[in-house]
């Protein structure tokens, strides 16, 4: 099964620290998105890349957060300065075109 | 601002009926419509879509009704089955690629 595999799957910091998860879509998708989910809330649109190109950042999106998809392949998202308020379910997601999105599993981010 | 809404938190249903999820949109620019399932630990999944010049798609047991005048749309399971039990979100997709999620309703169908 060649899925969407996001690492880690689980990740427990400290606040202020910074942590960085990954992303590998699948192999043929050109089109990768990053979406974060909360308790009882649907995934969050967060950004957009089109191969190595992130062509769409969400306003929720503060500086403390960067995604780079290099050489258009994986993607890693980075939090800098965590804090608590950033404790969400992060997906990723992939597409080859058209509408339908196929998701990793996700990173359980707790930020104590 | 929510552009999808899933005004249900929860619905429970009996093994073998119909169970009805429904979803009203703000947006008029939404492209698609689609459905997603999401187990507990897991990514969401893809289970239908429609195209906003669409009213109806049927797959098997799913089919997604949309009324464009009343913008909304539903998803019908007939039957329901216990492995039906999830969270179903709604979701509209805006220029060829941002999808926009709802809250989710919880289903569960009772054996």
């Known amino acids: 099964d060649t899925g969407v595999s996001q690492n880690p799957r689980h990740k427990i910091t400290k606040r202020g620290q910074n942590v960085t998860f990954r992303c590998d879509p699948i192999s043929e998708h050109n089109r990768l998105y990053w979406y974060r989910q909360t308790l009882g809330q649907g995934p969050e649109f967060l950004t957009y890349f089109q191969n190595e190109a992130q062509l769409e950042k969400s306003r929720l999106l503060s500086d403390r957060f960067s995604a780079e998809r290099p050489k258009g392949s994986f993607s890693t998202l980075e939090i800098q300065r965590t804090e608590q308020g950033d404790s969400a379910m992060y997906l990723c997601?992939?597409?080859?075109?058209?509408?339908?999105?196929?998701f990793g599993s996700g990173t359980q981010l707790s930020v104590l | 601002d929510q552009q999808v809404k899933q005004n249900s938190p929860s619905l429970s249903v009996q093994e073998g009926r119909i169970s009805i999820l429904n979803c009203d949109y703000t947006?008029?620019?939404?492209?698609?419509f689609l459905w997603y399932k999401k187990y507990p630990a897991e990514g969401p999944t893809f289970l239908i879509s429609?195209?906003?010049?669409?009213d109806k798609n049927e797959d098997g047991r799913f089919t997604v009704f949309l009324n464009k005048s009343a913008k909304h749309l539903s998803l019908h399971i007939v039957p329901s089955q216990p492995g039906d039990s999830a969270v179903y979100f709604c979701a509209g997709v805006t220029g060829g690629f941002k999808t926009i999620f709802g809250a989710g309703t919880r289903l569960f169908v009772k054996a």
């Open positions: 429609i195209s906003s010049i669409k």
């Open positions: 997601a992939s597409s080859l075109a058209g509408e339908k999105l196929f």
């Open positions: 947006n008029s620019m939404f492209d698609y």
